[in-house]
Every structure is written in structure tokens, then in C-alpha cells.
């Protein structure tokens, strides 16, 4: 799990982005696509186009940072809009890079009885 400080903004690209982008496109990418600045400390997620790869790219003050995971069933859940970001918070984060869907979390075992 990536070390989140407290006041740190969690952006989604929406749409898909090209995998095989490393730091330096994808922190482009957020400068002229997307209109914010890579290097203020916020969270960037970018989705492939198949929906089982994400990258995250952060920039913690003193180095940026490239993440990746892959879900090794399912697809990531995504924004359907087409063009910009959207904004969710570091939980909203955590439900979607474990394959749940963050707009609407439910449990998945709930207890019967209290005894």
C-alpha cells in the first residue's frame, strides 16, 4: 500500500492510457491533458486499455514514484467519462486497487447473530 499522507488528492485519469508510458510521458500527460501539475504531491491513477493494469504515479516532495499493479482476475472499476479526471478519496483508492467497486462498496459476509 502506497503511504498516503493526510491532504494528498487521489486523481483518475479517465479513459485509458498506453502502458508502455513510463514517468516522464505519464507526468506530461498530467501537465498538458489533464491541467494539473505532477510535481504538487497528488496521487495520478491511469488505467490500461484490457482494465486489468493500472499505473500510479506520485510525486512525494522529493522523487516521483511509479506504481503498478494487476488484477489477476476481473477489471479495474472506472469512471465512464471519456475526457479529464475525477477526483476520489485514499479509501475510494484502496476499495478499487483490491478489484472492488469503489462508487458503491458493499460487505461481503455479514454476521447473523450477535452470540
Not at 3 to 12: K, Q
Not at 39 to 64: P, T
Not at 88 to 106: F, H, K, T, V
Request: proline share 5%; charged share 25%.
Amino acid at each position: 500500500m502506497i503511504p498516503i499522507p493526510s491532504g494528498v488528492r487521489v486523481w483518475i485519469a479517465t479513459g485509458h492510457t498506453d502502458m508502455r508510458r513510463g514517468m516522464r510521458s505519464l507526468a506530461l500527460t498530467d501537465q498538458e491533458s489533464l491541467k494539473r501539475d505532477p510535481h504538487a504531491g497528488d496521487l495520478y491513477i491511469f488505467r490500461s486499455r484490457s482494465g486489468d493494469l493500472v499505473k500510479i504515479l506520485w510525486h512525494d516532495g522529493l522523487c516521483m514514484s511509479l506504481y503498478a499493479k494487476r488484477l489477476d482476475r476481473g477489471k479495474f472499476i472506472w469512471p465512464s467519462a471519456s475526457d479529464g479526471a475525477v477526483s476520489i478519496s485514499a479509501a475510494q483508492m484502496a476499495y478499487m486497487l483490491e478489484g472492488i467497486d469503489w462508487r458503491n462498496p458493499q460487505l461481503s459476509w455479514r454476521p447473523r447473530s450477535a452470540g
